[in-house]
């Protein structure tokens, strides 16, 4: 069992930054992928970015492509996203997730509300 804890979002004006971490409970975190995900009012969740057990393998979402990052630190049982030049289309709630194999979550946070500003 993993429990997922979302942090650091909020209020950032466009072309502002956030970053984003999830802390992980359990002595597995190295296990997992860890991937983010977002959902804006009214429409479905949608991928983000992901991040390998190792850290050794990333992909994004075409949207945050140059201008986000993922990235996790296994020795504190965290994940990040780094994200830069935002638009106020990147606003929604942005979820962490966990799972053993590619593309396939077993865990979910909470959610951290992310809100862009024109």
């Known amino acids: 069992q993993v429990q997922l804890v979302e942090s650091g979002g909020g209020l950032v004006q466009a072309g502002g930054s956030l970053r984003l971490s999830c802390a992980a409970s359990?002595?597995?975190?190295?296990?997992?992928?860890m991937g983010w995900f977002r959902q804006a009012p009214g429409k479905e969740r949608e991928f983000v970015a992901r991040i390998s057990a190792s850290g050794g393998s990333t992909y994004y979402a075409d949207s945050v492509k140059g201008r986000f990052t993922i990235s996790r630190d296994n020795a504190k049982n965290t994940v990040f996203l780094q994200m830069n030049s935002l638009k106020p289309e990147d606003t929604a709630v942005y979820y962490c997730?966990?799972?053993?194999?590619?593309?396939?979550?077993?865990?979910w946070g909470q959610g951290t509300q992310v809100t862009v500003s024109s």
């Open positions: 997730a966990a799972g053993w194999l590619t593309d396939s979550y077993n865990y």
């Open positions: 359990g002595r597995t975190f190295s296990s997992y992928n």
